[in-house]
């Protein structure tokens, strides 16, 4: 797979800008999440750059957090000056610490809690999208009792059940939990109602058909549906100043898999809107993107160890690495497939027989990779599994109570550990032990 940032050394060891992957495998006994930082920025400079090439009117672009969040990577969002999408409390707190400051802030969530809502307020995040009726009117109710205004964006449903993708990463779906289902009447009356009492804004319109998508025409499909929309709320004398179209553009997993293109993705959807606008006789929206997957999948990858290797039937050999659904979910998750490569025989052929990656958790379904030709393997050889840097980390878990791995960021041959891996001592950190059990 054609991943950038990539080389192989004259020992024939994996590289990534400049540092050898083998030996930083060594720092660690664990599984490590390794970043290209660099590519991080320059997936978030393709997206500013094309919406600023092709879309006429202002615009702007909300990190999704959900993908990757922690301190290094929310202060990088603060530098390359671009908004950050955060989803509940914690997200919104990491946010803030980075001091992210709150007009780059919009916030989301299916069920945001009075707390979630409140402090979101009280910092003054540009805009909250609400996702259901009893949510706006919690905020109005918060808003009015803190007096403070707060601009918001309905999370429309478009109800687009032919999207091919996974069918836990479809979010716009009829039978879906994200969204306003309500009917449209309805939801003019609810913009009225809501802006009438003085303090919630409403500014436009959300939507998020879902993750990993390879086909533009699904977001094409579903503005169409939008536009729809935009029109009888402008017979209603409701106007819309925003649009944001979500996240979702899918990543190469596997060597079949395409290659992003960011600068298409943009083209075509601003051309799309601009098409749309011009035909209803609608003035051109603020537009919004919220790419999660697209800025850091691709930037990262996890180093794992080798450890146990068995015959299994049919020629297979299960190789057992120090990690697995722990530190990545997907494959259990959405049956995800990953590809993988020895870091440290870069040059040698693959052997005849194929191997399937399993974890180290008490779960028959504990697989990263169901079958890969990789080269001879022994105990110790390092394996890095590549694209693993969105909805890994931060889907992270403690089962079997093994330790959260470490994070490493890579630039220009230098490298740094942006979050450190957990101790045991982390494990009962938050345990209380009652009188009558000690
Ligand atoms: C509302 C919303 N916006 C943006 C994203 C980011 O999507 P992706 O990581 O596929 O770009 C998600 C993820 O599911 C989401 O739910």
């Not at 997200?91 to 610490?97: C, N, R, T, V």
């Not at 299994?312 to 979910?329: E, F, H, Q, R, S």
């Not at 390092?382 to 330790?403: C, E, P, Q, R, W």
Request: one cysteine or more.
């Amino acid at each position: 797979m054609k991943l950038k940032g990539f080389s192989v050394n004259g020992a024939g060891n994996l590289v990534l800008n400049g540092v050898d992957l083998v030996s930083l495998s060594r720092e660690s006994e664990r599984p490590i999440y390794v970043f290209n930082e660099l590519l991080i920025r320059e997936n978030l400079r393709l997206y500013q750059k094309a919406l600023s090439l092709f879309y006429p009117k202002s615009s702007s672009i909300f990190y999704a957090s959900k993908a990757f969040l922690n301190l290094a990577m929310a202060s990088l969002i603060k530098q390359e000056g671009v908004g950050i999408d955060v989803c509940s409390g914690g997200e919104l707190f990491i946010a803030q610490s980075a001091k992210i400051p709150s007009d780059k802030i919009l916030m989301h969530g299916n069920n945001k809690s009075r707390r979630e809502l409140q402090a979101a307020v009280e910092y003054g995040v540009k805009k909250i999208v609400v996702d259901n009726v009893e949510e706006l009117a919690l905020l109005q109710h918060i808003t009015a009792s803190l007096k403070k205004e707060c601009s918001v964006l309905l999370r429309l449903n478009p109800g687009l059940d032919d999207i091919e993708t996974h069918k836990y990463m479809v979010t716009g779906a009829k039978d879906s939990k994200f969204g306003f289902h309500v009917d449209r009447t309805k939801i003019a009356e609810i913009i009225n109602d809501a802006c009438s009492r003085g303090y919630i804004k409403f500014k436009g319109l959300h939507f998020h058909i879902g993750s990993n998508l390879q086909k533009v025409s699904f977001y094409e499909h579903a503005l169409d549906k939008v536009f729809d929309f935009v029109v009888f709320l402008k017979e209603k004398g409701i106007e819309i100043e925003e649009l944001n179209m979500g996240g979702g553009l899918g990543i190469a997993y596997q060597d079949h898999d395409p290659l992003p293109d960011i600068e298409k993705f943009i083209k075509t959807l601003s051309q799309k809107v601009i098409q749309l606008c011009e035909d209803k006789g609608i003035p051109l929206p603020h537009l919004m993107f919220e790419p999660g997957r697209s800025i850091v999948g691709p930037a990262g990858c996890t180093l794992y160890k080798i450890g146990s290797i068995k015959r299994g039937p049919n020629k297979i050999l299960y190789a057992a690495v120090n990690g697995g659904m722990t530190d990545n979910l997907r494959p259990a998750l959405y049956q995800a497939k990953h590809t993988a490569v020895l870091a440290n025989r870069m040059n040698e052929p693959d052997s005849d027989q194929p191997y399937k990656i399993v974890g180290n958790c008490c779960e028959t379904g504990d697989i990263l990779i169901e079958n890969i030709h990789l080269p001879h393997c022994v105990e110790g050889d390092v394996l890095v599994i590549f694209s693993t840097g969105a909805y890994t980390h931060s889907m992270v878990n403690n089962y079997n109570k093994h330790l959260l791995p470490g994070v490493i960021f890579v630039r220009d041959r230098a490298y740094e550990w942006v979050s450190k891996e957990q101790t045991l001592q982390d494990l009962i950190r938050f345990d209380g032990l009652p009188e009558h059990l000690r």
